[in-house]
Protein backbone atom coordinates (compact mmCIF):
# COMPACT_ATOMS: atom_id res chain seq x y z
CA UNK A 1 0.00 0.00 0.00
CA UNK A 2 1.25 3.60 -0.94
CA UNK A 3 -0.29 6.29 0.92
CA UNK A 4 1.34 9.64 1.68
CA UNK A 5 0.85 12.88 3.14
CA UNK A 6 1.22 15.39 0.31
CA UNK A 7 -0.04 18.95 0.30
CA UNK A 8 -0.26 19.61 -3.17
CA UNK A 9 -2.49 17.50 -5.66
CA UNK A 10 -0.60 17.82 -8.70
CA UNK A 11 2.52 16.65 -6.59
CA UNK A 12 0.60 13.78 -5.49
CA UNK A 13 -0.24 12.98 -9.15
CA UNK A 14 3.47 13.04 -9.77
CA UNK A 15 4.37 10.75 -7.46
CA UNK A 16 1.38 8.26 -8.52
CA UNK A 17 2.60 8.46 -12.16
CA UNK A 18 5.98 7.43 -10.77
CA UNK A 19 4.52 4.38 -8.69
CA UNK A 20 2.38 3.51 -11.82
CA UNK A 21 -0.72 4.11 -10.07
CA UNK A 22 -3.49 6.31 -10.30
CA UNK A 23 -3.24 9.50 -7.15
CA UNK A 24 -7.14 8.37 -6.48
CA UNK A 25 -6.06 5.17 -5.11
CA UNK A 26 -2.59 5.65 -3.62
CA UNK A 27 -4.51 5.47 -0.27
CA UNK A 28 -6.28 2.45 -0.80
CA UNK A 29 -4.94 -1.20 0.24
CA UNK A 30 -5.54 -3.90 -2.53
CA UNK A 31 -5.40 -7.56 -0.68
CA UNK A 32 -5.68 -11.20 -2.08
CA UNK A 33 -7.69 -13.43 0.00
CA UNK A 34 -6.78 -17.01 -0.24
CA UNK A 35 -8.90 -20.23 1.10
CA UNK A 36 -6.59 -23.07 0.37
CA UNK A 37 -7.60 -26.38 -0.09
CA UNK A 38 -6.48 -29.66 -2.31
CA UNK A 39 -9.63 -29.85 -4.53
CA UNK A 40 -10.46 -26.02 -4.32
CA UNK A 41 -8.57 -23.35 -3.86
CA UNK A 42 -10.23 -20.16 -3.35
CA UNK A 43 -9.67 -16.67 -3.96
CA UNK A 44 -10.96 -12.99 -3.31
CA UNK A 45 -9.36 -9.58 -4.21
CA UNK A 46 -10.87 -6.57 -1.96
CA UNK A 47 -10.08 -3.29 -1.17
CA UNK A 48 -10.39 -0.52 1.05
CA UNK A 49 -9.08 3.28 1.76
CA UNK A 50 -7.20 3.51 4.65
CA UNK A 51 -8.69 6.97 4.95
CA UNK A 52 -11.78 8.91 4.91
CA UNK A 53 -14.28 6.32 3.49
CA UNK A 54 -13.61 2.76 4.36
CA UNK A 55 -15.99 1.28 2.35
CA UNK A 56 -14.65 -2.41 0.96
CA UNK A 57 -14.86 -2.61 -2.39
CA UNK A 58 -15.46 -6.22 -3.84
CA UNK A 59 -12.96 -6.52 -7.01
CA UNK A 60 -12.63 -10.36 -8.13
CA UNK A 61 -13.33 -14.01 -6.59
CA UNK A 62 -13.32 -17.58 -7.51
CA UNK A 63 -11.57 -20.67 -7.32
CA UNK A 64 -8.60 -22.86 -8.73
CA UNK A 65 -10.11 -25.98 -9.51
CA UNK A 66 -7.58 -29.24 -9.25
CA UNK A 67 -7.81 -32.54 -10.47
CA UNK A 68 -7.63 -35.59 -7.97
CA UNK A 69 -6.56 -37.45 -11.18
CA UNK A 70 -3.17 -34.99 -11.95
CA UNK A 71 -0.01 -35.84 -9.11
CA UNK A 72 0.33 -33.61 -6.51
CA UNK A 73 3.16 -31.87 -7.93
CA UNK A 74 1.13 -31.35 -10.94
CA UNK A 75 -1.24 -29.65 -8.52
CA UNK A 76 0.92 -27.48 -6.59
CA UNK A 77 2.22 -26.27 -9.81
CA UNK A 78 -0.97 -25.06 -11.37
CA UNK A 79 -1.83 -23.37 -7.90
CA UNK A 80 1.16 -21.58 -8.37
CA UNK A 81 1.10 -20.29 -11.39
CA UNK A 82 -2.56 -19.60 -11.12
CA UNK A 83 -2.53 -17.30 -8.46
CA UNK A 84 0.84 -15.69 -9.85
CA UNK A 85 -1.30 -14.66 -12.65
CA UNK A 86 -3.90 -13.49 -10.35
CA UNK A 87 -1.10 -11.38 -8.59
CA UNK A 88 -0.05 -10.19 -11.99
CA UNK A 89 -3.65 -9.20 -13.09
CA UNK A 90 -5.17 -7.49 -9.72
CA UNK A 91 -2.04 -6.20 -8.19
CA UNK A 92 -2.62 -6.82 -4.79
CA UNK A 93 -0.58 -4.67 -1.78
CA UNK A 94 -0.79 -8.09 0.44
CA UNK A 95 -1.56 -11.91 0.43
CA UNK A 96 -3.61 -13.16 3.64
CA UNK A 97 -4.04 -16.71 4.13
CA UNK A 98 -5.83 -18.67 6.74
CA UNK A 99 -3.23 -19.84 9.52
CA UNK A 100 -2.80 -23.83 9.91
CA UNK A 101 -5.73 -25.67 12.11
CA UNK A 102 -5.23 -28.72 13.89
CA UNK A 103 -6.96 -31.78 11.79
CA UNK A 104 -7.86 -35.26 13.09
CA UNK A 105 -6.37 -36.29 9.88
CA UNK A 106 -2.75 -36.26 9.24
CA UNK A 107 -2.47 -36.78 5.43
CA UNK A 108 -5.12 -34.55 4.81
CA UNK A 109 -3.47 -31.45 7.05
CA UNK A 110 0.24 -32.24 5.12
CA UNK A 111 -1.48 -32.05 1.74
CA UNK A 112 -3.20 -28.69 2.76
CA UNK A 113 -0.01 -27.57 4.30
CA UNK A 114 1.72 -28.36 0.95
CA UNK A 115 -0.91 -25.82 -0.71
CA UNK A 116 -0.51 -23.23 1.79
CA UNK A 117 3.40 -23.69 1.24
CA UNK A 118 2.62 -23.17 -2.29
CA UNK A 119 0.43 -20.28 -1.75
CA UNK A 120 2.98 -18.71 0.43
CA UNK A 121 5.90 -18.77 -2.01
CA UNK A 122 4.06 -17.61 -5.19
CA UNK A 123 3.33 -14.28 -2.82
CA UNK A 124 6.67 -14.28 -1.83
CA UNK A 125 8.06 -14.66 -5.37
CA UNK A 126 6.15 -11.81 -6.55
CA UNK A 127 7.71 -10.00 -3.66
CA UNK A 128 4.62 -9.55 -1.51
CA UNK A 129 3.82 -10.44 2.26
CA UNK A 130 1.95 -12.77 3.94
CA UNK A 131 -1.05 -12.09 6.51
CA UNK A 132 -1.94 -14.93 8.67
CA UNK A 133 -5.16 -15.24 10.69
CA UNK A 134 -6.51 -17.89 12.52
CA UNK A 135 -10.00 -19.19 11.54
CA UNK A 136 -11.56 -17.67 14.88
CA UNK A 137 -9.97 -14.14 13.78
CA UNK A 138 -11.39 -14.57 10.51
CA UNK A 139 -15.44 -15.07 11.23
CA UNK A 140 -14.89 -12.31 14.34
CA UNK A 141 -13.40 -9.68 11.53
CA UNK A 142 -16.45 -10.68 9.50
CA UNK A 143 -19.25 -12.02 11.67
CA UNK A 144 -18.53 -10.55 15.01
CA UNK A 145 -18.53 -13.85 16.93
CA UNK A 146 -15.74 -16.13 16.87
CA UNK A 147 -17.89 -19.41 16.35
CA UNK A 148 -20.07 -18.26 13.31
CA UNK A 149 -20.62 -21.09 11.42
CA UNK A 150 -20.19 -21.14 7.51
CA UNK A 151 -23.07 -19.58 6.17
CA UNK A 152 -22.85 -16.67 8.21
CA UNK A 153 -19.90 -15.97 7.44
CA UNK A 154 -20.69 -16.06 3.96
CA UNK A 155 -23.93 -14.53 4.21
CA UNK A 156 -21.76 -11.30 5.77
CA UNK A 157 -19.22 -11.15 3.18
CA UNK A 158 -22.33 -10.58 0.48
CA UNK A 159 -23.32 -7.77 2.88
CA UNK A 160 -20.19 -6.10 3.44
CA UNK A 161 -19.36 -6.43 -0.14
CA UNK A 162 -22.27 -5.16 -0.93
CA UNK A 163 -23.17 -8.26 -3.20
CA UNK A 164 -26.72 -8.95 -4.91
CA UNK A 165 -25.87 -13.08 -3.52
CA UNK A 166 -23.48 -14.97 -1.65
CA UNK A 167 -19.88 -15.46 -3.75
CA UNK A 168 -19.79 -18.88 -5.35
CA UNK A 169 -18.41 -21.20 -4.74
CA UNK A 170 -17.96 -21.42 -1.14
CA UNK A 171 -14.10 -21.60 -1.18
CA UNK A 172 -14.15 -17.85 -2.86
CA UNK A 173 -16.60 -16.70 -0.48
CA UNK A 174 -14.10 -17.86 2.47
CA UNK A 175 -11.23 -16.34 0.75
CA UNK A 176 -13.06 -12.74 0.82
CA UNK A 177 -13.86 -13.27 4.32
CA UNK A 178 -10.12 -13.52 4.48
CA UNK A 179 -9.61 -10.40 2.39
CA UNK A 180 -12.24 -8.62 4.67
CA UNK A 181 -10.35 -9.92 7.88
CA UNK A 182 -7.51 -8.50 6.65
CA UNK A 183 -8.46 -5.04 5.83
CA UNK A 184 -10.38 -4.74 9.17
CA UNK A 185 -7.50 -5.34 10.78
CA UNK A 186 -4.88 -3.06 8.70
CA UNK A 187 -7.67 -0.12 9.17
CA UNK A 188 -7.38 -0.82 13.08
CA UNK A 189 -3.48 -0.71 13.10
CA UNK A 190 -3.84 2.44 11.28
CA UNK A 191 -6.19 4.33 13.80
CA UNK A 192 -4.69 2.88 16.73
CA UNK A 193 -1.32 4.33 15.34
CA UNK A 194 -2.88 7.48 14.29
CA UNK A 195 -4.47 7.98 17.68
CA UNK A 196 -0.98 7.60 20.19
CA UNK A 197 0.80 9.95 17.39
CA UNK A 198 -1.21 12.82 18.43
Not at 119 to 128: D, K, P, R
Not at 188 to 198: D, E
Amino acid sequence: MVCLEIESVSRLATLARAAGRNWVTLCIMRVLGIDCGTEFTGFGVAEQSQSGDRTIRYITCGAIRLSKRDLLPVRLAHIYESLRALVETHKPDIVAIEEVFYSVNAKSALKLGQVRGVAMLAASSCGLQVAEYAPLAIKSAVVGYGRADKQQVQYMVMQLLKLNQIPEPSDAADALAIAICHLHTSATIVRQKAATSK
